[in-house]
């Protein structure tokens, strides 16, 4: 459940992307319809390590990964359906409220901010059920509100944390890496391989996998859907490496499922107006 999905990612950034840029040279009423849905896929592996609210979560100390001090005593309940949890006030020094949902049924399962993720019935009482992710404390805010499928049981315990992002480091030949975070990527960014190992890839040969280079080149709809389709159905594969950038201690793969487009005003994942 909580492995990196292309679809969950880079299609939404695909499309802010493209509406972006055809609404600074499209008519409003065709800037109405630049809708776009990229096809599934996974990036094979435990995932990318970093990012917002992704941060290693104890698989192994990178630089550039959050720093975590716990605040507070967490607070655990279990519920159906939507529900909300209360903290109380945060104490000084709180910088978010991290958590760590546990799905007891499947179902789709988002966090305040919105992100989201779908328990699927193996998942349940494995360790695949399990997904963590941090938000920012922001003014007022004392509880959390998971939305679910009706039916849908979880358990979630939540806490408030100051974290503070770490330095990333250098290697011998002036290349930088650790993990994805806020600033961006490093040269080389900190993901688990295929085979458990952790290791880097090359960001730039990561965003040639992912598409989030493409995603800079596209200037028209078309485009978009022409480069997704020479990719259906193929995968990549992005060899990991161990800080020195030379030794291959792995490999990282990025692979893009059957997909479907629309032309439609929403995702397929969000309800048609």
Not at 89 to 95: A, F, H, L
Not at 132 to 161: E, H, N
Request: proline letters at 7%; glycine letters at 12%.
């Amino acid at each position: 459940m909580n492995e990196l999905r292309v679809d969950d990612r880079f299609s939404r950034a695909l499309e802010e992307e493209l509406v972006s840029r055809v609404q600074k040279a499209s008519p409003a009423r065709a800037r109405k319809r630049i809708r776009m849905w990229l096809g599934a896929g996974v990036l094979a592996g435990a995932g990318v390590l970093g990012g917002v609210g992704a941060t290693a979560a104890g698989l192994f100390v990178t630089p550039g990964s959050q720093q975590v001090t716990p605040l507070s005593t967490p607070v655990t309940d279990t519920h159906e359906g939507t529900a909300t949890i209360e903290l109380g006030d945060p104490p000084e020094g709180t910088t978010g409220i991290e958590m760590e949902l546990n799905c007891l049924t499947p179902g789709r399962f988002e966090f305040p901010d919105g992100a989201s993720t779908v328990c699927r019935a193996t998942d349940v009482g494995t360790p695949q059920d399990w997904s963590g992710y941090t938000i920012p404390l922001t003014p007022g805010l004392k509880s959390v509100t998971v939305k679910a499928d009706p039916g849908a049981r979880w358990r979630l315990s939540a806490k408030y944390v100051n974290s503070k992002t770490t330095d990333w480091a250098v290697n011998a030949g002036g290349k930088s890496y650790g993990a994805e975070n806020e600033k961006g990527a490093p040269d080389l960014t900190a993901v688990i391989a295929t085979n458990g190992i952790p290791g880097y890839v090359v960001t730039s040969e990561l965003e040639d996998a992912t598409g989030t280079a493409a995603i800079k080149t596209f200037k028209t709809r078309e485009e978009a859907l022409a480069w997704q389709e020479a990719r259906r159905g193929k995968t990549f594969s992005v060899p990991v490496y161990d800080s020195t950038g030379k030794t291959v201690v792995g490999d990282f793969v990025v692979s893009n499922g059957e997909g479907e487009t629309t032309d439609g005003t929403a995702l397929p994942s969000e309800p048609a107006p």
